[in-house]
């Protein structure tokens, strides 16, 4: 077996790893948001009517999904001053991101909706909260991976881990679209 | 260093490790790289110290052994527990001021313990010892242990992250063990864990900080078993030797990699469940909890909760955990036997597909658990069909296991003993699944010592008995030494039959009715004439106990002083782990790894007593296990 080879198999492999990771997270919002279900079937529940807030954040972590895209996009074609700029621009929408979803908590107190009140509430400032935490570890590596990828000298290997980076970055802004869209519906 | 050097810069090979075959040990590494690529590992990598080798080591074979190790403290302290425990139940009456010595006396006023020490007993005997030893102490040593070996890879994909959880699952130990020496006492609402009792802090002392350290403890385990279960999967869906199909794994390898998925999908719910309870104890949410009046406190503040969507999401895991905690020792038997009865194992397909169907259906099962929770008996009905049918993968586990040993010319060892037993203590324990996979049935014999029974036998003991197939087993390669022979044979008996005597007794009990989690059955007059049952049961726990020091001595001694391994292949056995050398260095085989040319079970084949699995198809040859 070629050096190359044996390094695709690795790589492969690490691709592969992060799939099972993802794929257990998301049996954690499964689990989540089944409960946030079945207690609504129960009736008695407050339904809550988002912020604004969080309708902007959405926006915010799309784009960030958008600019974290064309940044690998200038990685790939060895356009590195603009990957810079894009990879540094996703991850200041991430923290925007945070930024808004803690402005929306705040707002949603506001209205009345509290953290200890009816479990409508309740789960979603949870559910909302484990999203963030996921954020939070994102761009904790995030941060890794771009001060390596824009501090040390070009190399092919760094594709690998900015698309590594890249796919679980797509993962928490599509699951944010999914619990977005999933709280605002009334299923019963 | 030239190859090398082109790939990887400024890397240095470790030179600590015998290895030959430089280009593809680099690589294997190479993702090690990927992960702590800041540049500090080219510093003294060829210094190997006493840290790198035995604590912070990164050596599948040294983390599946500090695996074990760390299991066998915990075995010692959960098994120790239940001791205290059947005391209770057993002696009432004759005081145990040891429990005042270590725990504080008021726990146990002139010895004799309070009903809030009796519950932080059980709880934290059923919590270590599904968790800390038959779920990490089973699947981290021998998935560590056996995935690379097995399959032909230097080490996991990812040794790194192994690592990681190994140290992980040692934090959610150390937090445990302190709860045990906090004020209030470690967490004591049983290993379920269910609301309102474990989600009101007030509800009970160990309600208290036992039970937050409970939470916490748990969510570095299950952290823990995600990183290693992640990296099993990848490891051999990815990394396996050159002709190693998907086939031709060892049934070992087939039960680790179905045990790690099942517990890649369901340690995130109970994550969840723990989550929510946390926010409940602590936020003052209402998740679990509705109105509740408490004598003392009056009215609490929480409103329109449900403690039912708990034992769901429990459950969710709790059912698929208790195969996480089997599985493993299936595939343990499953080879142990093959070797020993010296000849195939009957239907090598048939034992794959019988685990798969198990693992699916495992997660349509669980609220047969909630039989008497209000569950709407049509959805019960649903649930009694689904749980039945796990019987069948079940038969054909046992059936296949029985007839490999079908007039075999069989070699009894240790190993052997045990994996027999295991089938006898699978074939009772999952009888009376039987019973209570029927509502009708369970709705009497929920909650009695018949669950006791049931479980203990069909898991409890029998996962034991897979892990200690596994240890006599594969002792010789983890430290090129043999356990004592003799001892093993004393250790099985005692445990075999004495196990039996624990638990057996426990079924007539559950019938009549005997609840379980009691600290005292002395006020029930109808319970009064097994008086003399529970002392045997516990005398015959004590005994077992002290059997299982006889195995503690033996690993200890045998570690030093054991007959020394001379022979690569002593069980001579098939799979490729016996090809390395006797004490493999980091990296596993000097040479090129092996090529796979056929099956596990080409035992007896073609007037051939064994043709391990690095032997070339002869011509016309055909693979006639199927
Ligand atoms: C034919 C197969 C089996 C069936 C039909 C079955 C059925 C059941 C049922 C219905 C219960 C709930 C009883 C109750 O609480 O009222 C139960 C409890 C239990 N079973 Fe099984 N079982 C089977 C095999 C197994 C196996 C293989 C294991 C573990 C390896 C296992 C472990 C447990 C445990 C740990 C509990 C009790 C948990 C607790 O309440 O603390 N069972 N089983
Ligand atoms: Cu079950």
Redesign the interface.
């Known amino acids: ?1 070629t ?1 190359s080879e ?2 695709k ?2 790589a ?3 691709r ?2 992060l799939y ?2 993802l ?3 998301a ?6 948001t089944s ?1 946030f279900l ?2 609504q079937g ?1 009736g ?1 529940w407050l339904f809550v009517n988002l912020p604004i807030q969080f309708w902007i954040s959405t926006v915010v972590i799309i784009l960030s999904s958008i600019t974290f895209y064309y940044a690998k996009a200038a990685h790939a074609s060895a356009n590195i001053s603009q990957y810079r700029l894009l990879i540094w621009t996703t991850f200041i929408l991430g923290i925007a991101f945070i930024l808004l979803q803690y402005m929306g908590w705040l707002a949603m107190a506001n209205t009345g909706v509290y ?2 009140g ?2 409508g509430g ?2 979603i400032y ?1 559910i909302s909260m ?1 999203h963030v935490v996921h954020v939070v570890l994102g761009l904790v590596l995030l941060a890794i991976v771009s001060i ?1 990828t824009t501090i040390k000298s070009h190399n092919p ?1 760094h594709l ?2 900015i698309g590594l980076m890249a796919t679980y970055w797509h993962f928490v802004d599509f699951l944010w679209i999914y619990l977005f869209i999933f709280f605002q519906i009334k299923f019963f | 260093m030239s ?1 090398k050097d ?2 990887h810069g400024h890397h240095e090979h470790p030179k600590g490790a015998t290895i030959t075959d430089h ?2 040990y680099q ?2 590494e ?2 090690i790289r ?1 992960e702590e ?1 800041h540049g500090h590992h080219d510093a003294d990598r060829n210094k190997k110290n006493f840290i790198h080798t035995y604590i912070f080591s990164t050596d599948h074979k040294m983390i599946g052994k500090q695996f074990l190790i760390t299991g066998i403290f915990w075995a010692l302290i959960g098994g120790g527990l239940s001791n205290i425990f059947r005391m209770q139940l057993g002696f009432p009456d004759v005081p145990l001021h040891f429990i005042g010595a270590i725990f504080g006396d008021k726990w146990a006023p002139n010895g004799v313990m309070t009903p809030d020490f009796y519950n932080m007993l059980i709880t934290m005997h059923g919590t270590i010892l599904v968790f800390f030893v038959l779920t990490a102490g089973l699947s981290g040593t021998f998935a560590n242990l056996l995935i690379p070996l097995q399959i032909g890879a230097r080490d996991m ?2 040794p790194v ?1 192994n690592m990681l959880s190994y140290w992980f699952f040692f934090l959610a130990g150390l937090v445990m063990f302190i709860s045990f020496f906090v004020p209030s006492g470690a967490a004591g609402v049983s290993w379920v864990f269910y609301p309102p009792l474990s989600a009101i802090r007030e509800s009970s002392v160990g309600s208290e900080t036992g039970a937050d350290l409970w939470l916490v403890s748990m969510s570095f385990f299950i952290v823990s078993s ?1 990183l290693g ?3 099993y ?3 051999i ?3 396996r030797a050159k002709g190693m199909s998907m086939a031709k794994l060892p049934l070992t390898i087939w039960a680790l990699l179905i045990t790690a998925i099942l517990g ?6 109970l ?3 723990a ?2 309870l946390m ?1 409940d104890r602590s ?5 679990y909890l509705d109105k509740i009046y408490m004598s003392g406190i009056g009215a609490m ?1 929480h ?4 403690p039912i ?1 708990y034992q ?2 429990f459950w ?1 895991l709790g059912h698929p955990e208790v195969y996480i905690v089997i599985l493993p020792a299936f595939g343990i038997v499953s080879e142990v036997l093959a070797v020993n009865s010296r000849k195939p194992i009957f239907g090598y397909r048939a034992m794959v597909l019988s685990m798969l169907a198990i693992a699916a259906l495992a997660f349509f099962v669980w609220a047969h658990h909630m039989f008497v929770t209000g569950l709407n008996p049509f959805v019960g009905s649903v649930f009694v069909f689904l749980t039945l049918l796990i019987a069948i993968p079940s038969a054909i586990k046992v059936f296949n296991w029985i007839t490999t040993m079908w007039r075999a010319n069989i070699r009894y060892t240790p190993a052997m003993m045990f994996s027999v037993g295991f089938v006898s203590l699978f074939i009772s324990g999952g009888l009376t699944g039987i019973f209570l996979g029927n509502s009708a049935i369970d709705i009497q014999l929920h909650d009695t010592y018949f669950i006791v029974a049931h479980f203990h036998i069909v898991m409890g003991v029998a996962a034991f008995f897979g892990m200690f197939a596994g240890v006599y087993h594969w002792f010789p390669k983890m430290f090129g030494r043999f356990m004592n022979r003799t001892m093993g044979f004393i250790h099985f008996w005692i445990t075999f039959v004495g196990s039996y005597c624990i638990f057996w007794p426990m079924h007539y009990q559950g019938m009549a009715g005997v609840p379980r989690r009691y600290y005292s059955h002395g006020a029930f007059e109808s319970f009064n004439k097994f008086g003399g049952l529970s002392e045997f049961i516990t005398i015959a726990a004590i005994v077992v106990f002290l059997a299982q020091l006889l195995f503690v001595f033996n690993y200890l001694y045998s570690m030093y002083r054991g007959k020394k391994m001379t022979d690569l292949n002593p069980w001579k056995a098939n799979t490729i782990e016996w090809t390395t050398p006797i004490n493999p260095g980091h990296g596993n085989w000097d040479g090129p790894i092996p090529t796979v040319h056929r099956g596990p079970y080409d035992y007896g084949k073609d007037g051939e007593d064994f043709i391990p699995q690095t032997v070339p198809m002869r011509p016309g040859e055909t693979t006639h296990h199927g």
């Open positions: 077996m050096l044996e390094n198999k690795q492969n492999a690490q592969f790893g099972l990771g794929a257990s997270i049996m954690l919002f499964t689990a989540l409960a079945v207690r129960a008695n953290l200890d009816n479990p309740s789960f949870v484990v390596r290997d690998h881990k | 190859e082109i790939h280009v593809h690589d294997t190479g993702v990927f690529d994909a990812s992250l995600l279960g992640l990296n999967i990848t490891t869906l990815n990394l890649l999908l369901s340690f995130p719910v994550l969840g469940a989550i929510l926010f936020m003052g949410t209402s998740f503040p409103e329109g909760g449900n969507l769901h999401l969710f």
